[in-house]
């Protein structure tokens, strides 16, 4: 069965960096759109970032564009995010999401950010 499962996230100060983690297990992970999800308590889970198969594409919420940088290692099959000059505004649980054909879609547990002073 498919497992995906989220590490690095914790508690950073306005300005600060954090990188996510999202290994992966029971599926072709390289051919599955991958995607980075986040969720605040009370507003729905909105895409922060999304990855094709190959690398080729990503796609970013403009709240995040030019801080985030998402990326994958199709070897190791594992994914990533690379968030710089966080701001308050990027707390919320982190979800790792896969996809094909919007048919087969997996959820990590989530890791939660805070961003405070």
């Known amino acids: 069965q498919a497992q995906l499962v989220e590490s690095g996230g914790g508690l950073v100060q306005p300005g600060g960096s954090l990188t996510l983690s999202c290994t992966t297990s029971g599926f072709t992970f390289r051919i599955y759109n991958m995607s980075w999800y986040r969720q605040v308590p009370g507003k729905e889970r909105e895409l922060v970032a999304w990855?094709?198969?190959?690398?080729?594409?990503?796609t970013y919420a403009d709240s995040v564009k030019g801080r985030f940088t998402i990326s994958r290692n199709n070897y190791r099959d594992t994914l990533s995010l690379q968030m710089n000059n966080l701001k308050p505004e990027d707390t919320g649980v982190y979800y790792c999401?896969?996809?094909?054909?919007?048919?087969?879609?997996?959820w990590g547990q989530g890791t939660q950010v805070t961003v405070s002073a």
């Open positions: 990855i094709s198969p190959d690398r080729s594409n990503t």
């Open positions: 999401h896969a996809d094909r054909l919007s048919t087969f879609v997996y």
